[in-house]
């Protein structure tokens, strides 16, 4: 391998393995995957470019394109599926960095699989059911969006999550979520509108949240 390819030092955060759970599968960073090789980011880009129609049998090759903190110049990378990252990982030596990386590898995507399966099975069920006793709430309110917006923020506060990272969160986070979810609910199903509604919510998810905490420092 040409040394000028090779990053000469990693750091406990780029060890960090992250999955990206998108709506249709999980997916990779090419650049965080070549920091786990040990590679400058130019040389892996450039193999799945080269190696382009055996990635695209194994599904469809995602690129995006950010700007580079401090650099301001955009940076293309890939979003790899756990198929393709493996397939990235099979033009490697197979040396014991690949192999530590191929077992965490398979462990990263079981946990996004099975929060992805959350997701469809638990989540999105609990969350069409709140949103549509927000919608009978609103009765036509002008500020029906609002209503919405302010309950997912309500939940996400609750659930520790940031805005727009509910598919990405962490298994506990997604957990705390639907069962706020539930929560909210149950609070809102008992309200005469959604001024009332949302008030109750928020009482009921503070009650649980105070009620978690007790416990968790027990």
């Known amino acids: 391998m040409n040394p000028e390819n090779q990053i000469t030092k990693v750091t406990p955060a780029d060890l960090a393995l992250t999955i990206t759970v998108t709506k249709e599968e999980p997916r990779i960073d090419s650049r965080l995957l070549a920091r786990h090789l040990g590679n400058k980011h130019r040389s892996t880009f450039e193999l799945i470019q080269d190696h382009r129609s055996d990635f695209e049998q194994l599904g469809l090759l995602r690129f995006q394109t950010e700007v580079i903190e401090g650099k301001g110049q955009p940076e293309k990378f890939a979003k790899l599926n756990e198929d393709q990252s493996f ?3 099979s033009y490697s030596k197979n040396t014991d960095r690949v192999r530590e990386l191929k077992v965490k590898l398979v462990k990263a995507f079981g946990v996004a699989r099975r929060a992805a399966d959350v997701r469809k099975t638990e989540y999105l069920p609990a969350y069409h059911d709140l949103h549509d006793q927000l919608h009978t709430l609103a009765d036509g309110s ?41 929560v909210a609910l149950k609070a809102a199903k008992g309200a005469l509108d959604h001024h009332d509604g949302y008030q109750a919510m928020k009482t009921s998810l503070q009650s649980l949240s105070e009620t978690l905490m007790l416990e968790g420092a027990q």
């Open 87 to 89: 397939l990235a990982l």
């Open 142 to 182: 002008n500020h029906e969006r609002h209503v919405h917006m302010n309950v997912n923020k309500l939940l996400n506060k609750f659930a520790g999550i940031e805005s727009g990272q509910r598919t990405s969160a962490a298994m506990p986070q997604q957990a705390l979520l639907i069962v706020g979810q539930m």
